[in-house]
């Protein structure tokens, strides 16, 4: 009894370690800040009767970012503007590689697809939400009643407040739904993005990656209508008042120094059982790994020799390189740390804690019994859902515009009330606009590679998981379809767009266009999906709620939510770490870095302009006094993940002097798992921005704007 008490105590305060992190803003005032190491109070972090350190965090484009002046100047990363730069970059005006400035204010251009959102209230909704279940619902009944009464408070707060977002998002499946309301800024304009040879300098080697020398940086600024409300770019609009501004300190933090950071992270996996992680592994993170992998390789391969060609590939290959190291890094950490196998262990002793008592045993028995059966149906059917949801977007653009030809017709034959929002009437324009717009990168070689591939790993999925009717539709030969599929099409070419979205039901039925085919015969089973996928969710909403509140029982403390998109608050320390034997690394790197990395030639190849001022511009205002170098990039503890990228780091006094940019590859793990000697972030130091500002994009009038010089 005495050993099972031990392992008990044990399991424990690692359950309880592992949920440390990620406050949001519901839980900040149980913090007692002071004994932490913050040097403001409560109220200057987060004060809902009047302003406060929270008003001037944002979420751009689904990173983070802060304002850092009166004029609305939002300081974000290079790889969050990264899209915008592309939108605008040609061969002839290679933004990208080059960077961007925007002299003057009637030079900023409109950053496309980035929209800034400021979160103003939020309100706890799980009664009112959780008042649509039933005992006895059919599950797929229950996931749906859920998002239903999720989007009607939301669609109620909008109505009732013009220009507002509302949103309510799920802090612990089946038990907590909070409301947020947020302001949403849509005319975003870059301002400043520095070479790509400084903002993603060392490229892919260096992602995830510490030691690290990237100036991963941007400014860019919001814009209203002159009343100050929100509004589509007008060049008549005027640079957003923010409530709040975080004042930028030139002096940064050094090893030990307490930080904090206020951003929104995107998701974390903590609450989920041993099943879950356990179908990550082998299914979702391989298979996704290794698509892109061949992706990239082949968009790659495209883009060699001809800048233009590439340039439409730039942001793509970023986006899934970024994703495929981090799967990757999951991978390695999740087999050294055999965490599957260790939750599982803790599982057994949850267990052995609800059977311990009758009363338990009663309403939490059969909870992790029935979660494992979930899972081991997902697992059965894994190979052929992943391909299915891979057609969903990576089976190239032209199929994709089919696959949402059928969507339209499908919803605009029903009343404007009950369709998907894309689109409803008042949407449908601009959701076929943007569909325009996504054929500026398009490419046909790749795009039918793509396609292809899709085709063949479909029709390669092992007996018990095949789709079907599949084969029947594409024929005797993958290459043939495929060629007549690209050679008949009006899919590909924008300006047919208004009448492809104009098909009917019927017209979709009868289409002989190939893509238009494969969409339809792949319907059924994509319904089939979705319906299974309402009746998994809705089982595992009753069952996770049952989990977590018995593990907190368990365990004897209350957890935090996992990430959701929503604002959090997370501290630390600057801090080094061993990741393996007989290694340690420092948490603050320098300029010095930089130039022992720099090579001349992609990715290591700094600018002339930088070599320049690294030899006559060492400023001593940005010089780390110890290190006696320009800092370039912070380490720490903090708990953070994707999101979180472009989040403001921040001393004791709530000042500005780092932009979140990353972590350690060891800390790709995270997600699952928050552990002090592997959890580590990165941001790059507020002094490495500042001198490049000045010293390098001879922007020294931005120093200026946020008051630093
Ligand atoms: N670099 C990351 C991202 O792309 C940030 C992180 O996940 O820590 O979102």
Redesign the pocket.
């Known amino acids: 009894m005495k050993r099972f008490l031990l392992v008990f105590t044990l399991i424990a305060s690692s359950l309880a370690l592992a949920d440390e992190g990620m406050y949001p803003i519901s839980e900040i005032h149980k913090l007692n800040l002071k004994k932490l190491g913050f040097l403001i109070s409560q109220k200057d972090l987060y004060n809902p009767n009047g302003v406060s350190l929270l008003d001037a965090i944002v979420n751009v484009g689904g990173c983070s970012g802060s304002f850092i002046s009166k004029d609305g100047l939002v300081i974000t990363n290079h790889?969050c503007v990264f899209g915008a730069v592309q939108a605008i970059s040609t061969k002839e005006n290679d933004y990208i590689t080059d960077g961007f400035l925007a002299a003057t204010r009637d030079k900023e251009v409109p950053a496309r697809g980035l929209v800034i959102r400021i979160t103003e209230s939020y309100k706890d909704v799980s009664k009112e939400v959780l008042s649509v279940v039933t005992p006895n619902m059919p599950l797929a009944d229950r996931t749906r009643a859920i998002n239903k009464k999720m989007q009607e408070i939301a669609e109620a707060v909008e109505k009732a407040n013009p220009g507002k977002q509302a949103q309510v998002s799920e802090m612990f499946a089946g038990r907590n739904y909070v409301l947020f309301v947020y302001q949403r800024i849509r005319d975003v304009r870059l301002v400043y993005v520095p070479q790509r040879s400084i903002g993603e300098f060392a490229g892919e080697n260096d992602n995830w990656v510490w030691p690290r020398h990237t100036g991963d940086f941007s400014f860019v600024r919001a814009y209203v209508a002159k009343d100050g409300t929100p509004a589509e770019y007008s060049a008549d609009n005027v640079a957003y008042q923010p409530k709040k501004f975080l004042k930028v300190n030139p002096n940064g933090v050094d090893d030990g120094d307490f930080v904090f950071i206020l951003g929104y992270p995107g998701r974390t996996f903590r609450h989920q059982p041993a099943a879950y992680i356990a179908y990550d592994e082998t299914f979702r993170l391989k298979f996704t790994a290794d698509l892109y992998e061949w992706q990239i390789a082949t968009m790659e391969a495209a883009g060699k020799g001809d800048r233009a060609v590439a340039i439409k590939h730039d942001a793509r290959i970023k986006g899934l390189a970024?994703t495929m190291k981090?799967f990757q890094g999951k991978l390695t950490g999740l087999k050294r740390l055999r965490l599957a196998e260790g939750k599982q262990a803790e599982e057994e002793m949850l267990q052995k804690f609800i059977e311990a008592d009758a009363k338990r045993k009663e309403v939490y028995g059969t909870v992790l019994a029935d979660i494992n059966a979930v899972y081991a149906e997902m697992s059965a059917t894994a190979p052929r859902e992943m391909v299915l949801d891979a057609f969903g977007g990576l089976a190239g653009q032209a199929f994709s515009t089919a696959a949402a030809v059928l969507g339209a017709a499908i919803e605009r034959a029903k009343p404007d009330d009950q369709r998907m929002a894309p689109w409803k009437d008042a949407n449908v324009k601009g959701t076929i606009e943007g569909r325009k717009r996504a054929f500026r990168d398009y490419y046909e070689p790749t795009d039918r590679a793509f396609f292809k591939d899709m085709l063949q790993r479909a029709l390669a999925l092992p007996e018990g998981n095949r789709i079907a009717g599949l084969a029947e539709v594409v024929g005797a030969d993958v290459e043939t379809f495929v060629a007549a599929a690209y050679a008949n099409t009006i899919l590909t070419k924008p300006d047919s767009l208004e009448a492809a979205f104009a098909m009917t039901e019927a017209q979709v039925q009868a289409s002989n266009d190939n893509f238009i085919r494969l969409a339809w015969a792949l319907r059924p089973a994509a319904e089939e999906l979705r319906e299974t996928r309402a009746r998994r969710t809705g089982a595992l909403n009753r069952l996770l709620a049952l989990y977590v509140e018995v593990k907190e029982q368990f365990v004897g403390k209350d957890f935090i939510p996992d990430a959701n998109s929503t604002l959090r608050l997370t501290y630390g320390r600057i801090k080094g770490y061993s990741p393996s034997d007989a290694t340690y690394y420092s948490p603050i790197t320098t300029l010095k870095g930089v130039l022992e990395k720099t090579t001349g030639e992609e990715p290591y190849n700094t600018p002339p302009a930088l070599l320049e001022a690294a030899q006559k511009q060492r400023d001593a205002k940005f010089m780390h006094k110890k290190l006696n170098d320009i800092p370039v990039a912070i380490l720490y503890n903090t708990d953070?993940?994707?999101?979180?990228?472009g989040s403001a780091v921040m001393n004791a006094k709530g000042e500005l002097v780092g932009v979140n940019?990353?972590?350690a590859y060891h800390a790709t793990i995270n997600d699952y798992a928050w552990s002090d000697s592997y959890s580590r972030?990165i941001a790059v130091d507020i002094r490495y921005v500042l001198w490049v500002t000045k010293y390098v994009g001879n922007a020294g009038f931005i120093l200026k704007e946020i008051g630093v010089e």
Not at 640 to 645: P, R, W
């Open positions: 790889h970024n981090n953070t993940t994707g999101g979180n990228s940019f990353d972590r972030s």
